[in-house]
């Protein structure tokens, strides 16, 4: 994607889209959420569909981050649009990038969290095994998706419009669907 072409790309087990279809993306979910042991991390009965869509995709590392962006070719500066202190990828943006990391700080206090690992792979490894209680991990789940959901949606509003939040206000939007919660 270029810096004068805003179209976005998505990618579905390997296929390259050049429009966001909710058909595709919900066919790929339901026949691959079965048989993959991050499953249950996506799929809770407190779900919201689009939080776990996101979730996925970025399970799949299918987004369009600018490190794959430039792997497709395209003509990208790969500066993280919100920190500017390394190169935008999956694995920065939750939560190595500063922005990011601050969000998710100010969640796992909310949570009374203390010990929350801050790299993408540690992150789906300690979720299952957090030792909080059923009810709170319930709500550490929504946390954390409705971070990834919140979190890309910002980086897609200054990609795209230049407008950004600082990190509490973007905070009390993810919060807001989870206080009834913690
Ligand atoms: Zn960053």
């Known amino acids: 994607m270029s810096t004068s072409n805003d179209t976005p790309v998505w990618a579905v087990d390997g296929i390259t889209y050049w429009y966001f279809s909710s058909k595709v993306v919900w066919n790929a979910v339901r026949i691959s959420k079965s048989d993959k042991s991050w499953a249950p991390l996506v799929w809770h009965k407190a779900v919201i569909p689009r939080h776990a869509i996101t979730t996925w995709l970025f399970i799949l590392n299918c987004n369009p981050t600018l490190d794959r962006l ?107 669907y989870y206080e009834g919660s913690v």
């Open 70 to 176: 430039s792997t497709w070719g395209y003509d990208v500066e790969l500066d993280c649009l919100l920190c500017g202190l390394g190169h935008e990828s999956r694995n920065h943006l939750f939560f190595n990038c500063a922005f990011f990391a601050e969000v998710w700080r100010l969640i796992t206090n909310k949570f009374q969290i203390s010990t929350s690992p801050v790299l993408w792979d540690q992150i789906l490894l300690w979720l299952p095994r957090s030792s909080v209680s059923k009810h709170k991990k319930l709500a550490l789940l929504q946390g954390w998706q409705g971070a990834i959901y919140e979190l890309w949606r910002e980086r897609n509003r200054q990609f795209h419009d230049g407008i950004s939040l600082s990190a509490v206000a973007l905070t009390k939007i993810i919060l807001f």
